[in-house]
């Protein structure tokens, strides 16, 4: 049985954030969940996604995180409790279902998550997804803890099925990836039987539907401020002339530091942890009878302009302050000495951080440059690539996957990067504006979540560039979830379907299209010469299993390969492949053969056949 379908309830556990919260979703009777992966959420649909094999419920890794939203909308239309889970970009990519979905409603409960990433730990970006709340007229609500995180699991759904509209649940990466003690509830009853009853005149967002729509959102906002202002997720602490106001992680910081620079007397506390609408009748109950007041919040000022805007509503003149400069910043994530150093400064009391732990003797941890794996296709993929294109002048589009990390020498294989399915639509903007070969990368999860959409295009309208499809059979950089491409016999899933990738390219019209195996080096360099070469649009997939996947689905392994006497020390090996399985010792190069995958890639680039299977 799956750890998280044990049915004790009170029982203590530690979990993960991520944990917690799809526990929370089994508390709350969820019978449909929907993800596209991405970090830090992918734990959450990573638990789900096993769970599904054991019960009813329907989990279903989606192409992309619109799909996923329509998906979850559609099943909580018919009645049945819903969640769908995504990192903060792809909030991005589901925006235009939000915007109206929170015109036509739900009629159970549908807990929308975003995992914002303050610092790009793993993201192209740090935006703060609260704005998508106030955007789409949607409350939020804003754990601190696991605990809270699976807490409001089941209050968003119960929030969600009482106002008719989706609620928000919006973690950050600090939250979703900490482990702490959890109290079991209940596994939900769950109701996989939906019922649609038509009503076009509520459900069609056509104009003069959502016109009555609109209306009907902005009254259910309204009731929810009613909500945010009772609720017990928005509560105040301690009871001094000192303000507070603190969301998410930052309020365990916020509660050390009160601590640890003693001024528990003087401070009182607002928690936020329903953030929109703003609860303004408790926002102005707090501001009474306070000297001055600290924001504390990763991301942008959300609250400090709700607090803001609530003082001067209620003619309150006294300092708030968050994001002003020397303060807080809009950039990074906090920690506690961090947030305390901050509180010390404000509140003008001495800041002794506690004494350093003596860390003498320990050795240091080495550093870990990011790179791709020993053995990863993506490496001989690029080095191809750049042989294939010889002197030619090239520009190289890149998109969302392990081989981003192509931007590093000496593979450089990235020159321009947006965001998820992007390679695509840009080639088609650089290939029309000068004369480089431009050549893009994609990988074959982020093909089918959004880089069709920009080849249709660039065959439509007659562009000419060559996508390079690294197609490694599954989505390695999240965690080797599937994608329509995969083999899910292979997982252990039956019941699927295989979408293959040459033939939505062909049946896209593209002339040209390759199919090669990267670790065969000479004839890949030919076939994809052939693809640049060719006029217009031109595909290669570029394809060869992740050797961490492959792995995982035990495919048999290779053996490693070793440094003989024939080298010449030259280095090309290193130098054009940068395979962290190669080490230099003794000025000699040599190969790590725990760490050796036995593709062979660079036994075919030494041009003195220097490397050769161990045989040890
Ligand atoms: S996880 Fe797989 S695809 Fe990603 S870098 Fe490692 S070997 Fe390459
Ligand atoms: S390419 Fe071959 S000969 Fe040159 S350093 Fe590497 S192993 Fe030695």
Same mark, same amino acid.
């Given at each position: 049985?799956?750890?998280?379908?044990?049915?004790?309830?009170?029982?203590?556990?530690?979990?993960?954030?991520?944990?917690?919260?799809?526990?929370?979703?089994?508390?709350?009777?969820?019978?449909?969940?929907?993800?596209?992966?991405?970090?830090?959420?992918?734990?959450?649909?990573?638990?789900?996604?096993?769970?599904?094999?054991?019960?009813?419920?329907?989990?279903?890794?989606?192409?992309?995180?619109?799909?996923?939203?329509?998906?979850?909308?559609?099943?909580?239309?018919?009645?049945?409790?819903?969640?769908?889970?995504?990192?903060?970009?792809?909030?991005?990519?589901?925006?235009?279902?939000?915007?109206?979905?929170?015109?036509?409603?739900?009629?159970?409960?549908?807990?929308?998550?975003?995992?914002?990433?303050?610092?790009?730990?793993?993201?192209?970006?740090?935006?703060?997804?609260?704005?998508?709340?106030?955007?789409?007229?949607?409350?939020?609500?804003?754990?601190?803890?696991?605990?809270?995180?699976?807490?409001?699991?089941?209050?968003?759904?119960?929030?969600?099925?009482?106002?008719?509209?989706?609620?928000?649940?919006?973690?950050?990466?600090?939250?979703?990836?900490?482990?702490?003690?959890?109290?079991?509830?209940?596994? %939900?009853?769950?109701? !996989?039987?939906?019922?649609?009853?038509?009503? &076009? +005149? *509520?459900?069609?967002? $056509?104009? /003069? =539907?959502?016109?009555?729509?609109?209306?009907?959102?902005?009254?259910?906002?309204?009731?929810?401020?009613?909500?945010?202002?009772?609720?017990?997720?928005?509560?105040?602490?301690?009871?001094?002339?000192?303000?507070?106001?603190?969301?998410?992680?930052?309020?365990?910081?916020?509660?050390?530091?009160?601590?640890?620079?003693?001024?528990?007397?003087?401070?009182?506390?607002?928690?936020?942890?329903?953030?929109?609408?703003?609860?303004?009748?408790?926002?102005?109950?707090?501001?009474? %009878?306070?000297?001055? !007041?600290?924001?504390?919040?990763?991301?942008? &000022? +959300? *609250?400090?302009?709700? $607090?803001? /805007? =609530?003082?001067?509503?209620?003619?309150?003149?006294?300092?708030?302050?968050?994001?002003?400069?020397?303060?807080?910043?809009?950039?990074?994530?906090?920690?506690?000495?961090?947030?305390?150093?901050?509180?010390?400064?404000?509140?003008?009391?001495?800041?002794?951080?506690?004494?350093?732990?003596?860390?003498?003797?320990?050795?240091?941890?080495?550093?870990?440059?990011?790179?791709?794996?020993?053995?990863?296709?993506?490496?001989?993929?690029?080095?191809?690539?750049?042989?294939?294109? %010889?002197?030619?002048?090239?520009?190289?589009?890149?998109?969302?996957?392990?081989?981003?990390?192509?931007?590093?020498?000496?593979?450089?294989?990235?020159?321009?990067?947006?965001?998820?399915?992007?390679?695509?639509?840009?080639?088609?903007?650089?290939?029309?504006?000068?004369?480089?070969?431009?050549?893009?990368?994609?990988?074959?999860?982020?093909?089918?979540?959004?880089?069709?959409?920009?080849?249709?295009?660039?065959?439509?309208?007659?562009?000419?560039?060559?996508?390079?499809?690294?197609?490694?059979?599954?989505?390695?950089?999240?965690?080797?979830?599937?994608?329509?491409?995969?083999?899910?016999?292979?997982?252990?899933?039956?019941?699927?379907?295989?979408?293959?990738?040459?033939?939505?390219?062909?049946?896209?019209?593209?002339?040209?299209?390759?199919?090669?195996?990267?670790?065969?080096?000479?004839?890949?360099?030919?076939?994809?010469?052939?693809?640049?070469?060719?006029?217009?649009?031109?595909?290669?997939?570029?394809?060869?299993?992740?050797?961490?996947?492959?792995?995982?689905?035990?495919?048999?392994?290779?053996?490693?390969?070793?440094?003989?006497?024939?080298?010449?020390?030259?280095?090309?090996?290193?130098?054009?492949?940068?395979?962290?399985?190669?080490?230099?010792?003794?000025?000699?190069?040599?190969?790590?053969?725990?760490?050796?995958?036995?593709?062979?890639?660079?036994?075919?680039?030494?041009?003195?056949?220097?490397?050769?299977?161990?045989?040890?």
């Amino acid at each position: 049985m799956h750890k998280l379908l044990e049915n004790s309830p009170g029982k203590k556990v530690f979990y993960l954030g991520n944990e917690a919260i799809a526990r929370g979703a089994l508390e709350a009777g969820v019978a449909c969940a929907t993800t596209y992966p991405g970090t830090p959420s992918s734990e959450i649909s990573l638990s789900l996604f096993q769970v599904s094999k054991e019960t009813d419920l329907y989990f279903e890794y989606s192409v992309n995180e619109k799909v996923a939203l329509e998906v979850a909308a559609a099943a909580a239309n018919t009645g049945v409790r819903s969640f769908c889970m995504m990192k903060h970009v792809g909030m991005n990519v589901a925006a235009d279902v939000l915007m109206t979905l929170s015109y036509i409603g739900v009629k159970a409960g549908l807990v929308i998550l975003t995992a914002d990433d303050p610092f790009m730990f793993s993201s192209q970006n740090e935006q703060d997804n609260r704005y998508y709340g106030k955007l789409a007229g949607l409350p939020i609500l804003e754990p601190s803890t696991p605990q809270e995180a699976k807490d409001m699991m089941i209050s968003g759904m119960e929030m969600s099925e009482k106002l008719g509209v989706p609620v928000i649940l919006r973690t950050t990466t600090r939250v979703n990836h900490s482990t702490a003690q959890v109290t079991l509830g209940e596994i %939900g009853p769950i109701n !996989i039987k939906g019922s649609f009853t038509k009503n &076009p +005149f *509520m459900m069609v967002a $056509i104009p /003069a =539907v959502s016109r009555r729509l609109h209306t009907r959102l902005l009254a259910r906002l309204a009731e929810a401020e009613k909500l945010a202002d009772d609720s017990p997720a928005n509560f105040i602490e301690g009871g001094g002339p000192l303000g507070i106001v603190v969301n998410g992680v930052s309020y365990n910081y916020v509660k050390d530091a009160i601590a640890e620079l003693g001024i528990a007397e003087k401070v009182s506390v607002f928690r936020m942890g329903f953030s929109n609408p703003a609860p303004k009748g408790k926002i102005a109950a707090f501001l009474k %009878g306070k000297e001055k !007041i600290l924001v504390a919040e990763e991301g942008e &000022p +959300f *609250m400090e302009e709700m $607090i803001k /805007a =609530v003082a001067q509503e209620n003619g309150v003149i006294i300092p708030i302050k968050g994001k002003a400069e020397g303060l807080f910043s809009r950039e990074g994530e906090f920690d506690p000495a961090l947030v305390r150093g901050v509180m010390a400064r404000f509140f003008g009391v001495a800041d002794t951080p506690p004494a350093r732990i003596d860390q003498a003797g320990i050795p240091e941890i080495p550093a870990r440059p990011p790179n791709l794996c020993a053995g990863c296709p993506h490496r001989a993929t690029f080095y191809e690539v750049h042989q294939a294109a %010889g002197d030619r002048s090239t520009i190289f589009p890149t998109d969302i996957g392990c081989y981003t990390l192509g931007v590093l020498p000496p593979l450089s294989a990235a020159d321009f990067l947006i965001c998820m399915g992007s390679s695509a639509g840009t080639s088609a903007g650089f290939s029309k504006f000068t004369k480089d070969k431009t050549i893009a990368f994609i990988g074959d999860s982020t093909f089918f979540h959004s880089g069709i959409a920009g080849l249709v295009n660039a065959v439509f309208n007659n562009h000419n560039f060559t996508l390079v499809i690294v197609d490694n059979g599954t989505t390695a950089m999240t965690g080797h979830q599937p994608h329509p491409g995969v083999d899910m016999v292979e997982m252990g899933f039956s019941g699927y379907n295989r979408v293959s990738i040459e033939n939505v390219v062909r049946g896209l019209g593209v002339q040209t299209v390759v199919v090669t195996d990267p670790y065969k080096v000479k004839k890949s360099i030919e076939a994809i010469k052939e693809a640049l070469d060719a006029p217009g649009i031109s595909v290669v997939i570029s394809r060869q299993i992740c050797p961490l996947y492959a792995r995982s689905v035990k495919r048999p392994r290779r053996g490693p390969f070793t440094v003989t006497d024939k080298c010449k020390n030259h280095r090309t090996c290193v130098d054009k492949l940068g395979c962290p399985a190669m080490y230099v010792e003794a000025g000699k190069v040599r190969i790590n053969a725990e760490q050796c995958t036995g593709c062979a890639v660079c036994a075919q680039v030494c041009p003195e056949n220097a490397i050769v299977p161990f045989k040890g």
